[in-house]
């Protein structure tokens, strides 16, 4: 076993943590800004698993899901943005 794959273990113990971490904040973030912010670390993190588990199975397909997961997380990030504009300027 290389450097290499021994950092990627590494890296994607790191991100397993923050991903624990991220689904407790989404779980009991007091407001709604908090869990937006936590679905945001989450799908990122989910990226940067899927992509070290690519790396470390040789298998490409993977690719494709972190891109069209990455493309569905900031769709839903503009659409909260949206939905909490408007209803902050419904409440003037």
Same mark, same amino acid.
């Given at each position: 076993?290389s450097?290499?794959? $021994?950092?990627?273990?590494?890296?994607?113990?790191?991100?397993?943590?923050?991903?624990?971490?991220?689904?407790?904040?989404?779980a009991?973030?007091?407001?709604?800004?908090?869990?937006?912010?936590?679905?945001?670390?989450?799908?990122?993190?989910?990226?940067?698993?899927?992509? $070290?588990?690519?790396?470390?199975?040789?298998?490409?397909?993977?690719?494709?899901?972190?891109?069209?997961?990455?493309?569905?997380?900031?769709?839903?990030?503009?659409?909260?943005?949206?939905?909490?504009?408007?209803?902050?300027?419904?409440?003037d």
């Amino acid at each position: 076993m290389s450097i290499f794959h $021994i950092s990627l273990l590494i890296a994607l113990t790191g991100l397993s943590v923050c991903l624990v971490m991220a689904s407790i904040r989404f779980a009991i973030g007091p407001s709604l800004p908090d869990r937006i912010t936590a679905f945001d670390l989450f799908v990122a993190n989910m990226i940067g698993i899927i992509a $070290i588990y690519t790396e470390l199975t040789g298998n490409e397909d993977f690719i494709d899901v972190a891109i069209i997961l990455s493309l569905f997380g900031f769709l839903s990030s503009i659409s909260f943005a949206y939905f909490l504009m408007k209803r902050t300027h419904k409440n003037d």
